[in-house]
């Protein structure tokens, strides 16, 4: 049983949500501030081209427990997530979304649940009336298959919306990968967890930026970070291909030998041609997949880049520190 914790953070990553950053704030503090826990909060600009991170320095100078990370750029959603986790120090750490998808009131629920003892508090949504109908079936497809050919007892319906504790962000912490899938990394950590079923919040306001192509990127670093399935895959069609070659040549043969002609029919020559070509292709894809992503891994380069680093206690009195270069 783990001792009762004494602190929570909370990490949100924000980009460009000016005007709700106010009502994520108060909602989140209306949630907590009924519990008996020093808390905190690291707000994470992952280098919004709006006012939102003037907003958020404004709340960092109206509330001490504030911590304000800026990115260079944008790095991503997961990035984002990360990063606010490497600044992040207390007995027990939530995930979530700034856009109230995530009902902050169901944080003190996944704080019993933690009690109970388990590292991992996973929110898992109870609804799918915010996602289209397509939305959802590729999302279930997506982990059925990443449950099928990985290792990894990936939840469907758990997004970023988790708590965790210390040693779990700790250990987090050392998994250095470029490629991010955090809701795969959480759970191939395999500490002990438990699942809490919320309901979806409508978004409050503003836009999804979470477009198709960042889904089927992160899909794609899910799927390949955890699985060489796909490299598998090809051994098999390979094979597959080279023992119909083999038995399209014996029968040529043969008929040459018994029948006294050659095989007729060049159209099924060309067709069998495009087929193997075509998943020779597929295979040099797959295979640049992979190639691709240790290239990435290997130049090792920083995982983001800091150009202002607020931290919680920080004041009008002890200014910010501004950074030109500041990575971890």
């Known amino acids: 049983?783990?001792?009762?914790?004494?602190?929570?953070?909370?990490?949100?990553?924000?980009?460009?949500?000016?005007?709700?950053?106010?009502?994520?704030?108060?909602?989140?503090?209306?949630?907590?501030?009924?519990?008996?826990?020093?808390?905190?909060?690291?707000?994470?600009?992952?280098?919004?081209?709006?006012?939102?991170?003037?907003?958020?320095?404004?709340?960092?100078?109206?509330?001490?427990?504030?911590?304000?990370?800026?990115?260079?750029?944008?790095?991503?959603?997961?990035?984002?997530?990360?990063?606010?986790?490497?600044?992040?120090?207390?007995?027990?750490?939530?995930?979530?979304?700034?856009?109230?998808?995530?009902?902050?009131?169901?944080?003190?629920?996944?704080?019993?649940?933690?009690?109970?003892?388990?590292?991992?508090?996973?929110?898992?949504?109870?609804?799918?009336?915010?996602?289209?109908?397509?939305?959802?079936?590729?999302?279930?497809?997506?982990?059925?298959?990443?449950?099928?050919?990985?290792?990894?007892?990936?939840?469907?319906?758990?997004?970023?919306?988790?708590?965790?504790?210390r040693r779990a962000v700790a250990a987090l912490r050392q998994m250095p990968e470029r490629h991010r899938f955090l809701r795969g990394m959480v759970p191939w950590m395999g500490f002990s967890f438990q699942t809490l079923a919320y309901d979806e919040q409508q978004r409050v306001a503003g836009q999804s930026k979470y477009t198709w192509r960042k889904m089927l990127r992160l899909a794609r670093h899910g799927f390949f970070s955890f699985s060489t399935a796909a490299l598998d895959i090809i051994t098999l069609l390979g094979i597959f291909m080279a023992g119909a070659a083999l038995l399209y040549l014996v029968y040529a043969l043969l008929a040459w030998v018994f029948v006294g002609r050659v095989v007729p029919g060049w159209t099924s020559v060309i067709t069998v041609v495009l087929i193997v070509s075509g998943v020779q292709l597929i295979s040099i894809g797959i295979l640049a997949q992979y190639i691709g992503m240790i290239f990435e891994q290997v130049k090792g380069r920083p995982l983001y880049f800091l150009k202002q680093e607020r931290l919680a206690q920080q004041s009008a009195d002890h200014p910010v520190r501004q950074h030109e270069v500041e990575h971890r």
């Open 1 to 165: 049983m783990p001792p009762k914790p004494t602190s929570l953070a909370v990490v949100a990553p924000f980009y460009n949500e000016a005007g709700l950053i106010e009502r994520f704030y108060q909602v989140l503090c209306a949630a907590l501030d009924p519990l008996a826990l020093n808390c905190t909060f690291v707000f994470v600009d992952d280098g919004s081209s709006d006012t939102t991170l003037q907003e958020l320095n404004q709340l960092a100078d109206a509330d001490p427990r504030v911590s304000v990370l800026s990115l260079t750029r944008n790095f991503g959603h997961q990035v984002a997530l990360t990063a606010g986790l490497d600044y992040a120090d207390a007995d027990v750490v939530v995930t979530m979304d700034s856009d109230l998808q995530h009902p902050p009131s169901a944080i003190p629920e996944m704080l019993r649940v933690y009690e109970s003892g388990v590292d991992v508090v996973y929110g898992v949504r109870k609804n799918e009336d915010n996602r289209g109908f397509i939305k959802q079936l590729t999302a279930k497809l997506f982990y059925r298959l990443l449950r099928r050919f990985t290792h990894v007892d990936i939840i469907g319906g758990a997004m970023d919306f988790r708590l965790m504790s």
